[in-house]
């Protein structure tokens, strides 16, 4: 399985950003997605994770009520929609796959690239 983020970029405090991840060479719509990030100068952390099916998330505490993780199996595509962006949201956030929800850690199977989002204040 190989998957692709993007969508980051430069936005002030209180923006929005989506993030979105690709995936390709497996069985989408039969792995649980997550999305983490890593801070600089710090350990990389769990951000959001999504059933297979989609009807079942779990979020960070810091993120909650403020970022969406969603997927669109048709087009074997994950998102995670962030709004009221805070300065501590910087970080590069990488996508990740594994084939139980339990398995949706640092230590996941597959892993994206990363894609850098930076908030300013």
């Known amino acids: 399985v190989q998957l692709q983020a993007s969508g980051g970029g430069l936005v002030q405090a209180g923006g929005s950003l989506t993030l979105s991840c690709a995936a390709s060479g497996g069985t989408f719509n039969r792995l649980y997605m997550g999305w983490f990030r890593q801070a600089p100068g710090k350990e990389r952390e769990f951000v959001a994770r999504?059933?297979?099916?989609?009807?079942?998330?779990t979020y960070r505490d810091s993120v909650k009520g403020r970022f969406t993780i969603s997927r669109d199996n048709a087009r074997n595509m994950v998102y995670l929609q962030m709004n009221s962006l805070k300065p501590e949201d910087t970080a590069i956030y990488y996508c990740?796959?594994?084939?139980?929800?339990?398995?949706?850690?640092?230590?996941?199977?597959?892993w994206g690239q990363g894609t850098l989002v930076t908030v300013s204040s």
């Open positions: 990740a796959a594994a084939t139980t929800m339990s398995g949706v850690t640092n230590r996941a199977q597959y």
């Open positions: 999504i059933t297979w099916r989609g009807e079942h998330t």
